[in-house]
């Protein structure tokens, strides 16, 4: 999906000649036409589309399928469009001008992922956390009534951690092997991803114990996170699916406890 045509027959070109078949769309509304229209692997999608830009276009294509790929053109360079861009719903972002070999091997790069993703999800679909229900085959975070989806990468991160329960991952080890890019940029791009997680399962997201911060390493993942003592629970609530969150409290390494009324969580339950 690129307006400009020099650049998207030459992109097909490279791509036909990898072995993958291609359809090309010019503008965003033949954009979303033409993904209604059959189903795909992958999306490569230009950020600046006539009629219905990238942003837009990767918001609605993720309303229909939550799961497919979606890679990210753009001539802009700020991080935070770039940040948007994965918010939206791409998986993966390049900056304009590339390198046709670079598009191939993010292309690759996107697929093996998914593969990985889809037989990591086929062994465990699913896992609790505290109160919060993950269902990585459905990409979406069950947490007192209310269901909040979740793009594909924030699942890979997320499923990432959670199948290395208790050891630390490092940021690095998160962008070589969840992004697959070199590791000195973009640190600030976990960040951002992590503390969308947050935001979904911690029960505080301001005092995180699912996905706890090692200072200078990277992070830890706790399913059965420790509660913070004398915490005021509401009855009932989010407990719908039974006793399996609750744990034992467990040992924390080098954390302070620092008791404080836990906020509910935001988004009334209805
Ligand atoms: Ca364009």
């Given at each position: ?6 650049l ?52 609605r ?154 200072r ?20 009932g609530a ?33």
């Amino acid at each position: 999906m690129e307006d400009e045509e020099s650049l998207s027959i030459g992109l097909e070109y490279n791509l036909r000649e990898e072995g993958y078949s291609v359809a090309r769309a010019a503008d965003g509304r033949r954009a979303l036409e033409l993904f209604a229209s059959r189903d795909f692997d992958l999306i490569v999608l230009d950020l600046m589309l006539p009629y219905v830009d990238g942003f837009e276009v990767a918001a609605r294509i993720r309303g229909r399928s939550p799961r497919v790929p979606i890679l990210m053109l753009t001539a802009r360079t700020s991080a935070a469009d770039r940040i948007r861009g994965l918010e939206t719903g791409a998986d993966d972002y390049l900056t304009k001008p590339f390198h046709r070999k670079e598009l191939l091997l993010r292309v690759e790069g996107m697929l093996r992922r998914k593969a990985w993703y889809q037989s990591s999800v086929e062994a465990s679909p699913a896992t609790r956390v505290g109160r919060c229900e993950i269902r990585f085959d459905e990409l979406t975070v069950r947490s007192a009534g209310r269901v909040t989806r979740m793009t594909p990468r924030e699942a890979m991160v997320l499923k990432y951690l959670a199948d290395r329960e208790g050891k630390v991952v490092t940021r690095r080890e998160l962008l070589e092997k969840v992004w697959q890019v070199p590791s000195d940029v973009e640190t600030r791009t976990v960040d951002a991803f992590i503390a969308r997680l947050r935001k979904m399962i911690e029960p505080d997201s301001g005092r995180p114990a699912v996905i706890r911060s090692i200072r200078s390493a990277g992070y830890v993942f706790t399913a059965s996170p420790e509660e913070p003592a004398g915490t005021p629970r509401k009855p009932g609530a989010g407990r719908s699916g039974g006793p399996s969150g609750k744990a034992a409290p467990r040992p924390t390494r080098a954390k302070k406890a620092r008791p404080a009324p836990k906020r509910t969580v935001r988004g009334k339950p209805r």
